[in-house]
């Protein structure tokens, strides 16, 4: 009897143990310790490919992390078309390992959806994996790209967002998950593209003090960002064999990046000398079809932001 309670007790301490473990090391799992907010926001990122929401808000969902938050990355396909030399399952199987390596040098899970590259329809059964994990995260905050754009994959991601807005609230729309009393509010990650109207930032984050765990996280995406990419672009012969060369190649092809309109949205929000000396950023617009967020709202959402 007396065995069996010190085996008790025994188990509980290591319970207790390994939750005090786990607890303390979720955060570290390259994101900086955090202490936790009382109300720990839930932002959920999407793309199309598995480095899409690295390269447009991994600085920002560095800085959520490490002040307590909870990201969350999905890319809507698996990454299977694109490189030049591989494809199918080995590579949407490498692609996927590549995104949960980005996401732990963060601290950020990344899901990666089995829809094939380059296929992506704003389907139905689509829309409806959306709606479905926009609730599962019960989201705070909704980010991804704008239905314009150059890949196809990436302006019906646009849409799919656009159509799981306010449906997320709809009790019988997709019934086996349970609806958001609220609409999230949902934005934009920036682009170029002008027609028909250029991405307008409503906010702008300096990441300069997160570059670096961007950078970390890009370099995961080896079968994108050292191979795939230069190749499509003709300079697959410049990509420096050595580690720290190849970093120092993705840092530099990311200088000089603020495009005068979100320049201007570093200004309102940092003021003009804090705003004019920012060399990293991400920014992001307000979909209508989200919840829409007051000033107020915007810096409980962006808590990272001066006031
Ligand atoms: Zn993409």
């Excluded at 009790?171 to 998950?177: E, G, K, L, R, Y």
């Excluded at 990650?189 to 991405?199: I, L």
């Excluded at 995961?220 to 060369?245: I, M, N, T």
């Excluded at 060399?279 to 808590?303: K, M, N, T, V």
Aim: charged residues 25%.
């Amino acid at each position: 009897m007396r065995a069996d309670r010190r085996l008790w007790i025994a188990g509980l301490v290591l319970a207790l143990a390994s939750t005090g473990a786990y607890l303390a090391a979720a955060p570290g799992q390259g994101g900086q310790a955090a202490a936790a907010p009382a109300a720990p926001l839930n932002i959920i990122v999407f793309g199309a490919h598995p480095d899409d929401c690295d390269i447009r808000a991994g600085g920002t969902a560095a800085k959520w992390v490490a002040a307590g938050h909870r990201v969350r990355f999905v890319s809507m396909t698996n990454g299977d078309a694109g490189h030049q030399s591989e494809g199918g399952g080995a590579l949407g199987a490498r692609r996927r390992a590549e995104a949960q390596e980005a996401g732990r040098r963060i601290g950020v899970e990344y899901i990666v959806l089995d829809n094939h590259d380059g296929e992506l329809m704003p389907d139905l059964r689509v829309r409806e994996q959306v709606i479905r994990l926009i609730r599962q995260w019960k989201a705070d905050l909704v980010l991804g790209p704008r239905p314009n754009d150059y890949h196809p994959d990436h302006r019906y991601t646009g849409i799919l967002l656009q159509d799981a807005a306010f449906m997320v609230t709809v009790p019988n729309v997709a019934p086996d998950t349970p609806s958001l009393r609220e609409n999230p509010v949902f934005m934009y990650v920036e682009d170029g593209f002008q027609k028909p109207n250029p991405f307008t930032p409503d906010v702008a984050v300096s990441i300069d003090d997160t570059f670096q765990k961007k950078i970390d996280m890009l370099d995961a995406h080896v079968s994108q960002v050292y191979e795939w990419l230069p190749w499509h672009a003709g300079r697959l012969d410049q990509v420096p064999k050595d580690p720290a060369a190849r970093r120092q190649m993705l840092a530099k092809q990311r200088e000089g990046r603020i495009s005068p309109a979100t320049r201007e949205a570093l200004v309102k929000y940092y003021g003009p000398e804090a705003g004019a000396r920012v060399q990293h950023a991400e920014a992001f617009e307000i979909c209508e079809y989200g919840r829409r967020p007051s000033q107020a709202e915007i810096l409980r959402l962006f808590p990272f932001l001066p006031r």
